[in-house]
Structures are given as structure tokens and as C-alpha cells.
């Protein structure tokens, strides 16, 4: 057993723990790393013991637990310090691509522009609104940067413009544990209101009256469970609730329908839902039940005049659309107006007084109908790149006929643009500035890996032109597989920095995404989630048996459910990785799985199954990181974690790496580095975004190539 790390850290000077500089495979040797305490606890469930040696770690308010984690930050630091320069090229190299004086695309509401700008040397976003044009003089609703001041740490949640546009309302967090405190500013005057409101959630909404706001709180393990209804001038100790939703696998939230008639309250699990109305002019009303919950049935209500769209999966798994009128919402009134189809899933809808548009994904990519409600005639948004990232956002006017969309690629740096959805004409609002970046050396390209059970699972490459196939290539690949969320294939600026160096930047679309649909997703969650690491492993391998790379020189990349796959693959096959970097990983799968005051744990049931089901259990363990480490080599390995993460618990990580440091045979690197001021999220502030960005990228080339730095 090594040393205990309160002798080896706390009892070193400073100048003893960096008097060496350790460089590449034999750095364990020049300093030893932290070494946690093993307290055994055990489990008993289904007749199996679950050993846990290192829980003792889940007590923040433990000064030991502290004392450790600082001690691994030590440690990580002095290791990293002889890439301190490095670190500062990279952070300086990624800063001159980004344009420091920046503004958003202007929204339009009412007779204003909406639009937030970045000032050059400052961390947070500036709010602001124009009157009439864009023209006019700039009026400050909000400054970030004022409002970090003296903070480690800041996080805007939401904000909400009243109707009458004269109230601006907000919540703040300033820790990154996701628990926000509402404000309220009148925008004439710039003072704030008395109406200051703790511990809400992200809902927030305005009453049509401009004086009643409903805003959501979370329970005890983070859930939002909770809609009250607050009274501009009142303690909201008085504030009434209007919405509870007692079931622990349910979040709730509430939002207006774009044509500003109705409040919604969004009742959803991972896999039901149903939804709840009020008329917008009758705040002081009651809500009403669309259609009651059927489990495994999930539908999204949109008001249109005297009817309601409903997107639903009720009888079709990638969802269809359907239609009733106002007074018969239920279920057995709906009529189709799109069928379900088996290759294309229809993921959401923008709802217009004369359009209705789809989002839809077909062989991974997302595709836009625009339908005309008038004759119920349809056409597809044309895109001129085969492999492209597009989103609709900011289309919060409902009588517009400009539809506006944002449009990049791996190549391509982001555009914002409005497409008219009358003539088809299309108009630039915004196209990203990156300096020193030009697109036409760069190429990407679509290859398939083949599973194990004999599935073709797409990987998305970006890389330099002229790009070699000598099986020599660093190769950056990244991960996610889990809640049917789509994995990104947008431009990012900071990434340039490994392709100028050789890398090639590889995306696995492996199932447990949505990538290709909702069965796609079905195929990689439950007792299929094994799919989801054997696609991850068969992505490596295939791009080191097309000579692309080879193993040694593979860095896979994944956070949060994303470090899930980082663990299981490090246990599973080791050999096919040179680097694995693990951020904010949920790792500890089968204590979290089986701890129902976590935050999310009875939620993710229906993700991964509930352990107190002997199937479940079973499956799960046999794949969960933290209880299936062994003595074996690992690859050079960067976890990193969040102390006030609301979403996963910092003690996974570090339990993780504790049992890794106690049971791994090879003399690779494990560092294991801390954020003591934020959560899931990372450090607030673009800087210190880039700063994080920086030191992870820096540790992947020492470990993958000092040489190319």
C-alpha cells in the first residue's frame, strides 16, 4: 500500500512536492499520488455483496474528504507544471480565434431587439435591447460581468422579458450546483425589486397582467417538482402553489405557447408525459389536464387558434403528428395529420400562424419541413453540405413567415440566417467571425464502423487536407451514447488546435443516441446498454485498422453519461486506447443506481433500469466502471469533476480514481483534477472555459506526442 496522502501531501513543503519534473511513462515514480483511505462498507442485494472501500468520499463536509481532493489537485498541478507554457499557447492560440467584441442575432419582440454582446477581456455576457431599430441607442438590461464580481463562479438559468417589456426577470447561480435565486429589475429606472426569490429552478414565465410571474423549485434531490405563482410586490413566502408532481421519476416546468395564449405546465418522466393549460389572460385560473398520462406514452402540446398540434410516439416510436380541437383533447379525439415512419423521427416543431415546421432526422442527419397550414402543402429546406449541423432557434414570432435557422458543420463556422418560407428565399443575420480560420483546409467525411452483432455504426471525421493514412494520426475520438441525445457535429473553434497538430477529430454516433432514430436509442439503453461501449470500442478499432491511427494513439473523450462509456471501455479494452479523458463521469453506477435521495437516480430508472429488479441489478453491475476495475494496465487516464455538481456527484469520480490508483498495474498517468467552485458544467466564463480546454489538450499531447506540441 502506498503511502497515506496526508503524510505524503500535507506533510510536504511546497517546494518538495514540485522540486521534480516528471515527463511521460515513468512519472509515478519521481511522485507518488494521493492515496485515499479504504473504510469498507458493504451492500447486500439480490444475495450479492457489493464491497465499497472508498464511500467514506461522498462527505464533503468531512475536512479529510477536502484535505484528499486538494491533495489531488496538488498533485495534478505538479505533474502539469512542466506544461505550463504549453497550457498558455494553447489558452492563447484558442482566445485569438474567438472575436472578443461579439454580438448575438438580434430577436425581434414587439417594437424591440433582444440581444446579449461579448466585451473584449471580460468573462460573462452583456444584455441588451435596442427600441425600433437596430439603429437606435443601446439600452443595458443585464452585465454578467458586474454581477461576477468577487464570484468564482456564475450562471444566468433563464431570463424572462414581461409583456409590457418594462420588468426584466432572472435567476443567478454561484456555486454550479444548478440552484438559482430569482431577481426582478424594472428596465426604466435599472433598479432591482424587492421581489427576490431563493432556491428555483430554470422555469420561469410571465402571467399576461405583467405583474404575476410562475417560476418552478427543485425537492431535495434536484428534481423540479414544484409550479408556484408569485405577485410582483409580495413575499414569496406567500406565493401560491399552482402545480405538484409527487412522483420522484417526473420533472415539471411551465413556458408560454409561442402564440402567447396559453401557460403550459410539461409533466415528463424519461419515457411519459402529459401536459397542463391556462388561458395566458387568466393568471389567477386553474390549470387543465390535455390528456391523463399512459405510461411509456410521451406527447408535446401546441396551441393553434381553436385546435392543438400534438407530437406523440402513441403508436408510433419515431413520433407523428396529430391534431384535435379545443374542446376534446383527449386521446381518442386526436387525428394523424403525418404518420410515424421507421426511418425518420420527428423531433420537435416550430408552430407559425401560417406554418408549421418540422425538425426531422433521417440517416443522422436533421432535416426541416416547412408544412403551409393553409392547403397542407410541404417541402424540405434545402442544405448545400452532406454532413451539416442545423437548429432553430430564436423563432418567437408567431405571425412571422421567416423561419430562422443555425447552420454549421466541422467545417463550416456557424451561421444564423432567416429562410422565408413563402418564396424560399434565405437572408444572413449572423456568420461566426473566427480569425487566422479558413475552411478550405479542412475536410470531414462519414466512415462506418461494423459492431460485434454486425450493426454499421457511423463515425464523422474532420482533419487537415492532405491528412495521411499511414496509421500515424492522432486521433481525438468522442463519445456520448446515452438519452437518445443527438451527438454534435458542429464547428468549434478550439479544436483547431489539435487538427493544426495532426489530429484527426473523430465523433462515434453509437447507439444509446438518437442519432439514428428512436430505435437507435432503444438499442443502447436498459439491458442493451452494453451496445453502446462495444460501438465505442468498434469505432477505435476501425479507424486503427483502416490505417487511419492506431491504438496508442487514440484519445477517447466523454463526459457525464459520456464518462459512463469512458469507464466501461477503459475496463473492457484498455489496449485500444493511448489516452482516455473522463469529465464529470458517472462512473459509480450501482451506489448511485440504488440511492433514491440522489438527485435523478428514480428518474434514471427508466434509463438504465432499477436495480432493486434482479435483472436490472445484475446487468448493470456487470458493467458499472467503479465496481468492475482490475488489476490491469490502463492508458494514460484525465478525470476531471465538479465539487457542487448537482448531476453527478464529485464522489464518483474520485472513488473511481481511488480504486484505479489501488488496482491498476502500469506506471501511465492518472490525474484526477477538481473544480472546488463549480458543478456539472465546468468553470463559468469564456476565458476559463478555454483555460480548461487548454490543460486538457495539453495533457492528450504529452501523453500522445510530446514532440507535436
Known amino acids: 500500500m502506498r503511502t497515506h496522502f496526508f503524510y505524503l501531501f ?51 463536509s468531512n475536512p479529510d474528504v477536502i484535505a484528499y481532493l486538494e491533495a489531488e489537485n496538488a498533485y495534478t498541478d505538479t505533474l502539469m507544471s512542466s506544461q505550463k507554457e504549453l497550457i498558455n499557447s494553447l489558452f492563447e492560440e484558442m482566445k485569438g480565434r474567438i472575436k472578443e467584441e461579439d454580438q448575438s442575432a438580434p430577436i425581434k419582440i414587439d417594437d424591440y431587439y ?52 418594462q420588468y426584466m426577470a432572472y435567476t443567478l447561480d454561484s456555486t454550479g450546483a444548478e440552484v438559482f435565486d430569482l431577481y426582478v429589475k424594472e428596465l426604466a429606472s435599472g433598479q432591482l425589486l424587492e421581489d427576490v426569490i431563493p432556491n428555483v429552478s430554470y422555469s420561469l414565465v410571465w402571467g399576461q397582467d405583467n405583474q404575476t410571474l410562475f417560476y418552478s423549485i427543485n425537492d431535495e434531490t434536484n428534481r423540479p417538482y414544484k409550479i408556484f405563482k408569485h405577485k410582483l410586490g409580495v413575499s414569496y413566502m406567500e406565493d401560491m402553489q399552482v402545480f405538484h408532481e409527487e412522483d420522484d421519476r417526473y420533472f415539471v416546468s411551465i413556458s408560454q405557447s409561442k402564440d402567447r395564449q396559453y401557460l403550459l405546465i410539461d409533466n415528463h418522466s424519461k419515457i411519459t408525459s402529459e401536459t397542463y393549460y391556462l388561458p395566458v389572460n387568466d393568471p389567477n385560473g386553474e390549470f ?17 387558434r381553436n385546435k392543438f398540434f400534438i407530437l406523440t410516439n402513441d403508436g408510433a416510436i419515431n413520433y407523428r403528428l396529430m391534431e384535435c380541437s379545443g374542446a376534446q383533447t383527449s386521446r381518442s379525439n386526436w ?24 425538425s426531422e432526422r433521417s440517416q443522422g442527419l436533421r432535416q426541416i419541413k416547412v408544412m403551409n397550414l393553409a392547403n397542407r402543402t410541404s417541402y424540405y429546406v434545402p442544405f448545400p453540405d452532406p454532413m451539416y449541423n442545423v437548429s432553430l432557434g430564436g423563432n418567437v414570432n408567431y405571425t412571422s413567415s421567416k423561419l430562422r435557422i443555425t447552420y454549421s458543420s466541422l467545417v463550416w463556422p456557424e451561421k444564423v440566417y432567416e429562410f422565408d418560407m413563402n418564396s424560399q428565399a434565405t437572408q444572413d443575420i449572423k456568420v461566426e467571425e473566427v480569425p487566422g480560420y479558413d475552411p478550405a483546409q479542412y475536410q470531414s467525411e462519414r466512415i462506418y464502423a461494423t459492431a460485434s452483432d454486425g450493426t454499421r455504426i457511423p463515425i464523422s471525421l474532420l482533419y487537415k487536407k492532405g491528412m495521411e493514412k499511414n496509421g500515424q494520426n492522432p486521433t481525438y475520438l468522442y463519445g456520448y451514447g446515452s438519452y437518445g441525445s443527438i451527438t454534435n457535429t458542429s464547428f468549434n473553434t478550439s479544436r483547431i488546435s ?59 473523450v466523454g463526459g457525464s453519461a459520456g464518462g459512463l462509456l469512458m469507464g466501461a471501455v477503459a475496463n473492457m479494452k484498455p489496449e485500444a486506447f493511448g489516452v482516455i479523458v473522463a469529465k464529470v463521469p458517472f462512473v459509480d453506477v450501482m451506489n448511485t443506481m440504488l440511492d433514491p435521495n440522489l438527485p435523478l437516480t428514480v428518474t434514471e430508472y427508466e434509463e438504465w433500469g432499477n436495480p432493486n429488479e434482479k435483472e436490472y441489478f445484475e446487468y448493470m453491475l456487470s ?21 457542487n455538481d448537482p448531476r453527478v456527484g464529485y464522489w464518483e469520480a474520485a472513488k473511481w480514481v481511488a480504486k484505479l490508483r489501488d488496482l491498476k498495474t502500469d ?6 483534477k477538481i473544480n472546488m467552485g463549480a ?13 480548461e480546454t487548454a490543460f486538457e489538450y495539453a495533457f492528450i499531447l504529452d501523453k500522445i506526442n510530446p514532440q507535436i506540441q
Open 288 to 304: 387543465t389536464l390535455f390528456s391523463p398520462r399512459v405510461d411509456g406514452v410521451e406527447y408535446t402540446v401546441y396551441p393553434y
Open 335 to 358: 387525428k394523424e395529420v403525418i404518420a410515424g415512419r421507421d426511418s425518420v423521427k420527428i423531433e420537435g416543431l416550430e408552430l407559425f400562424a401560417n406554418h408549421l415546421v418540422l
Open 679 to 691: 458543478g456539472h458544467m465546468g468553470a463559468s466564463g469564456r476565458y476559463n472555459y478555454l483555460k
Open 498 to 556: 489539435l487538427l493544426d497538430r495532426g489530429f484527426i477529430y473523430a465523433v462515434a454516433h453509437i447507439r444509446g443516441s438518437g442519432d439514428l432514430g428512436e430505435q437507435w436509442y432503444q438499442e443502447g439503453k436498459f439491458t442493451k446498454k452494453k451496445n453502446t461501449f462495444t460501438d465505442f470500442i468498434a469505432c477505435a478499432e476501425h479507424l486503427a485498422a483502416e490505417n487511419y491511427t492506431k491504438a496508442e494513439k487514440i484519445v477517447a
Open 114 to 165: 433582444y440581444y446579449n454582446r461579448s466585451v473584449s477581456g471580460k468573462q460573462y455576457r452583456v444584455y441588451c435591447r435596442k427600441k425600433g431599430s437596430m439603429e437606435a441607442p443601446e439600452e443595458v438590461l443585464l452585465d454578467l460581468n458586474q454581477l461576477a464580481e468577487g464570484k468564482k463562479f456564475l450562471s444566468m438559468g433563464n431570463y424572462s422579458i414581461s409583456p409590457n417589456h
Open 623 to 643: 458493467y458499472s466502471p467503479y465496481d468492475n476495475v482490475s488489476a490491469q494496465d490502463y492508458p494514460h487516464m484525465l478525470v476531471t469533476a465538479g465539487l
Open 10 to 60: 500535507l506533510g510536504l513543503s511546497a517546494a518538495a512536492i514540485s522540486c521534480s519534473s516528471p515527463t511521460s511513462e515513468n512519472t509515478s515514480t519521481a511522485l507518488l499520488p494521493p492515496d485515499a483511505a479504504q473504510v469498507p462498507t458493504e451492500t447486500l442485494l439480490h444475495g450479492i455483496s457489493l464491497r465499497d472501500d472508498y464511500a467514506w468520499l461522498k462527505d464533503k
Open 667 to 672: 506506471n501511465k498517468e492518472l490525474l484526477f
